[in-house]
């Protein structure tokens, strides 16, 4: 079975700051790991994935995730937080199985970015 | 790009009513999927399909059916619509089956209101 952890519901961050969005998983086979956004009103966008290869992965809009096999984690990072980041944003996990997938997603964490 | 297209923003129905939500999607993707999206409680997967006729529950299907007569269609029934249905619903396409690192297009979702 797979899971996905997302520490911390809301984490909140002042515009030009560091945003560091945490992501664990458990898997039982090497997994494909994703992260999405979802402004308000809006279904959720791929903002990267890691598929095997480099572990460090460039997405969308300035943001990057690191795999790390031994701690299991895919944080989510952005060197400088903007206005337009504050949305929620969704760790998720998947691999094959018995001839197809089934993602399992976090419960999501709410950016907030204050002026 | 990919369009996932809901048929409804915005829907309101009354207890005990037939409700269809309706899902297309414009890319020949195999993989559908309907998700319920409540606060705190991220994303639930509600049914999945990866072929035409073909479904397959997922964590919550009670109280939900689903048709996928074309590949590009995926519908949601509610038989018999109840207070505790009021959510949003995602709607998710991917491509090809067994293809774990296929990212899931979304659309922008239906919030159905029961009263």
């Known amino acids: 079975a797979q899971s996905v952890t997302q520490l911390g519901s809301h984490v909140s961050v002042s515009e030009g700051a560091l945003v560091l969005l945490r992501c664990n998983y458990s898997s039982s086979v090497p997994p494909y790991l994703f992260w999405y956004v979802q402004y308000p009103n809006q279904g959720l966008q791929l903002l990267l994935k890691?598929?095997?290869?480099?572990?460090l992965v460039k997405g969308i809009n300035g943001f990057e995730a690191e795999f790390k096999k031994s701690e299991t984690s895919f944080h989510l990072t952005k060197p400088s937080a903007h206005m337009s980041d504050a949305a929620e944003y969704f760790c998720?996990?998947?691999?094959?199985?018995?001839?197809?997938?089934?993602?399992?997603f976090g419960r999501g964490t709410s950016l907030i970015v204050h002026p | 790009d990919v369009k996932v297209t809901q048929s409804s923003r915005y829907l309101v129905k009354r207890t005990g009513e037939k409700v269809f939500l309706e899902c297309v999607q414009d890319?020949?993707?195999?993989?559908m999927f309907w998700y319920r999206q409540d606060p705190g409680l991220g994303l639930r997967l509600i049914y999945f399909s990866y072929d035409v006729k073909m479904k397959e529950k997922g964590d919550i299907p009670e109280g939900y059916s689903v048709s996928r007569e074309k590949k590009e269609r995926f519908s949601l029934i509610l038989e018999s619509a109840s207070t505790n249905q009021t959510s949003m619903y995602l709607c998710a396409s991917s491509f090809f089956r067994g293809q774990s690192n296929q990212p899931q297009h979304f659309g922008d979702g239906t919030r159905l209101s029961i009263l």
């Open positions: 890319m020949d993707h195999e993989n």
């Open positions: 998720a996990v998947s691999h094959a199985s018995g001839g197809s997938y089934i993602p399992t």
């Open positions: 890691y598929t095997t290869g480099a572990t």
